[in-house]
């Protein structure tokens, strides 16, 4: 029997070396690209799903040799981290709800818990299993387990603090420190009631509009199959290498389950009506779980490229690398937000709405240094664009003092015009942008924009150190960005108000689809991308963040505040509109905050 021992265990450790073999072969590969490295995937997966089996039908012998319960949780870990990292690289929610499964079953079962282990190395594994289970867990928007982990990890790094002494733990605080700052930022968390970014089919697919959109047809349809999202902006709110604002358009460009998406609880693992104790060492997870929390009839989500701190070559050649693998019929949405010139950064970022209490000192002051900083795209000789229109401003990504290294220009894009884009640029340098318009090398891109600077009545809400941008606000959650533009407190006593806000906004946005669907003025570059319902959705809260923008600011100050789209959109639609008009004063008058703003035909 002994012998029989020896070879479970030897075999056993075998499989781990294997495993973890081919684990780092992988770990580090590049989350882009349609087929970099597929086949190394496989066979990890099947390294790994072949040491889990085993350990499933031997675990009474391995236990008996001296199997650690940390062993298997971090072999489940692993396991998690290679869903996780499928997920990232295809963007199907399936992958990302097997990382859960595993990493839930992990904190369920205590494999890391409970044997007082005063193995440093251990402890590492442990704080390292937290932070990657409270990513997963942000993304898939647990707020409760989210919760509950970081009480964890919280008590794991003071506990680590007092057990060892003379290791610095400093990393790990900092860790705790981001989350719970993340957390203080995301409305998931300080709205409970707030609606998912995710596109819903309950509150996102307008019944009044759908045969509009269903019957729409252009001369040519692009399908949304990739999208790269990139911020970078110094001390912004992140957690590990996800950006606030990158996660708001993350979780905008998925597809929220119909149903019962996920539970909100941890809920205790019953077999035959009887909670079931994990005290023992045991492998057994729960793969039908899988099965209950996706949804099989939603499509599949468009691949996203999250890019984190990039240099502007890696930045470029991730764009190359996703140009070069397209599908025909096909566009990008390239989404970058970042600083303009580093000396920008110093500058107050913000004015609040009292445009007409500002002296008119301010006002040139503003306005003079605008015209130095950003040049005007229409600036040409001879009618002309000249070359150096598209390279005179950019976004800012570096840190301090790389020079002209860091610097993004708007002729940077240019070579990437051949493939149709969608861009979103959301940058006090956005405007610099203008200039891609008409200089295309194949495909007219459509450009959405942001303003030089955001506009709150309250300037301190306009910190993007603490809330994250404004303009991508506004794109993926734009009632609560139009509250915290106006300074109006939502709480879960204001359920009511805000389902009836939610309610103006839907009837509103029902309206512009189908004035966008019969509009015989919009232009191609629209109507090709009208029928996909993320990028459709991007355009109609455009449209409402630059009509509330518009709206909430003098006229003459309207060049510093209010988004561009390029090219235009029908006029229907303008901030003059009355369509557009009345349904942003219907729901300012509904918020009783409508003294905030300047309506010419309501």
Request: hydrophobic share 40%; aromatic share 12%.
């Amino acid at each position: 029997m002994a012998e029989e021992g020896d070879v479970v265990s030897k075999t056993f450790r075998a499989l781990v070396e294997r495993a973890d073999r081919k684990f780092a072969r992988v770990r580090d590969f590049p989350s882009y690209g349609r087929a970099q490295g597929q086949h190394y995937f496989q066979k990890v997966f099947k390294a790994y799903m072949r040491l889990w089996k085993y350990q499933q039908e031997h675990r009474t012998e391995l236990v008996k040799a001296g199997l650690n319960r940390w062993e298997i949780g971090e072999i489940a870990g692993r396991i998690g981290q290679l869903y996780f990292g499928q997920y990232t690289r295809t963007s199907e929610a399936r992958f990302l709800v097997e990382a859960y499964v595993f990493y839930e079953a992990i904190l369920k079962r205590r494999y890391f818990e409970g044997c007082k282990v005063k193995d440093l190395g251990v402890r590492f594994k442990e704080l390292r299993f937290y932070a990657r289970f409270l990513l997963v867990s942000l993304i898939l928007n647990r707020t409760q387990t989210v919760k509950v982990v970081v009480e964890k990890l919280k008590a794991l790094v003071d506990d680590c603090n007092a057990n060892f002494r003379e290791t610095n733990f400093k990393e790990w605080k900092l860790v705790v420190q981001e989350i719970v700052r993340f957390m203080n930022a995301d409305t998931t968390f300080t709205i409970a009631s707030a609606r998912p970014f995710r596109y819903s089919a309950i509150f996102d697919c307008h019944p009044n509009s759908v045969q509009y959109v269903a019957r729409f047809h252009a001369k040519k349809v692009l399908k949304f199959r990739d999208a790269i999202l990139m911020s970078y902006h110094r001390n912004e709110v992140k957690f590990a290498e996800l950006t606030l604002d990158a996660y708001r358009m993350l979780q905008c460009l998925e597809w929220e389950s119909s149903g019962s998406f996920y539970p909100k609880h941890l809920a205790e693992t019953k077999e035959n009506g009887v909670v079931v104790d994990y005290s023992g060492t045991s492998g057994l997870i729960d793969m039908k779980l899988v099965a209950d929390m996706t949804d099989p009839t939603l499509p599949p989500n468009p691949r996203k490229a999250i890019l984190y701190r990039p240099s502007v070559t890696h930045l470029i050649a991730v764009m190359a690398t996703i140009c070069e693998e397209l599908p025909p019929e096909s566009v990008i949405l390239v989404y970058l937000s970042a600083s303009g010139k580093p000396s920008h950064i110093n500058a107050s970022p913000v004015e609040s709405s009292g445009g007409p209490k500002r002296t008119t000192k301010n006002k040139l002051t503003s306005h003079n240094s605008l015209e130095q900083n950003f040049s005007s795209p229409e600036s040409h000789i001879n009618g002309k664009k000249g070359s150096s229109d598209y390279y005179d401003d950019y976004l800012w990504l570096g840190s301090k003092g790389n020079g002209g290294s860091s610097n993004l220009y708007p002729g940077d894009i240019i070579p990437f015009t051949r493939r149709p884009l969608f861009l979103v640029i959301d940058s006090d340098s956005s405007h610099a942008f203008k200039v891609l318009h008409g200089a295309e090398r194949g495909e007219k891109a459509a450009l959405l924009l942001s303003p030089f600077r955001p506009m709150f009545k309250d300037p301190f809400s306009a910190d993007i150190t603490q809330n994250g941008s404004q303009f991508t606000f506004f794109l993926t959650a734009p009632l609560q960005a139009f509250c915290q533009m106006t300074g109006f407190a939502l709480s879960d006593s204001d359920i009511e108000v805000l389902n009836n806000a939610e309610n103006i906004l839907s009837t509103a946005f029902s309206k512009w689809e189908v004035i966008l669907c019969k509009s015989p003025s919009l232009d191609l570059v629209w109507a090709q991308v009208l029928s996909d319902p993320f990028l459709r959705r991007l355009i109609i809260r455009f449209i409402f963040c630059r009509a509330v923008l518009s709206a909430f600011c003098s006229s003459e100050e309207s060049e510093q505040y209010v988004p561009v789209c390029l090219p235009q959109l029908p006029n229907s639609l303008s901030p003059k509109a009355e369509v557009v008009q009345s349904s942003v004063s219907q729901l300012a008058n509904h918020l009783n905050v409508a003294d905030g703003f300047h309506f010419d035909n309501t």
